[in-house]
């Protein structure tokens, strides 16, 4: 009991209370912005998925491939707008289909 007693006199002060929790973060969560992937996905949510090598699912994929390529530090020649993504698809899809038309999905909201 006694040594016990030693140990903790001995012991160092504890450190100061936190001020907040460690779960949580310092940063302004509604100045975060939505990642590349989140945008596209919400972009994608208005437009039907496609029977597989159909013009529709062909027009998903080459929008999801050039919108995210716009939308990343690289631009890597193509520009950074839904409507350059929306044309590419729709070039795209017109190679399986001729006469595939869809209107340009709307953006995520502010």
Same mark, same amino acid.
């Given at each position: 009991?006694?040594?016990?007693?030693?140990?903790?006199?001995?012991?160092?002060?504890?450190?100061?209370?936190?001020?907040?929790?460690?779960?949580?973060?310092?940063?302004?969560?509604?100045?975060?912005?939505?990642?590349?992937?989140?945008?596209?996905?919400?972009?994608?949510?208005? !437009?039907?998925?496609?029977?597989?090598?159909?013009?529709?699912?062909?027009?998903?994929?080459?929008?999801?491939?050039?919108?995210?390529?716009?939308?990343?530090?690289?631009?890597?020649? !193509?520009?950074?707008?839904?409507?350059?993504?929306?044309?590419?698809?729709?070039?795209?899809?017109?190679? !399986?289909?001729?006469?595939?038309?869809?209107?340009?999905?709307?953006?995520?909201?502010?």
């Amino acid at each position: 009991m006694q040594l016990a007693g030693a140990l903790i006199q001995g012991a160092h002060p504890a450190p100061p209370a936190r001020r907040w929790r460690r779960s949580h973060d310092t940063t302004n969560v509604a100045l975060m912005k939505p990642t590349p992937q989140t945008l596209v996905d919400f972009e994608l949510t208005q !437009v039907p998925k496609g029977a597989p090598g159909s013009a529709l699912n062909m027009y998903r994929a080459a929008y999801n491939m050039t919108r995210l390529k716009g939308l990343g530090k690289k631009l890597e020649g !193509v520009l950074p707008t839904r409507e350059a993504a929306h044309l590419q698809a729709l070039n795209e899809a017109r190679l !399986v289909e001729p006469t595939f038309d869809i209107s340009m999905p709307n953006g995520y909201p502010d």
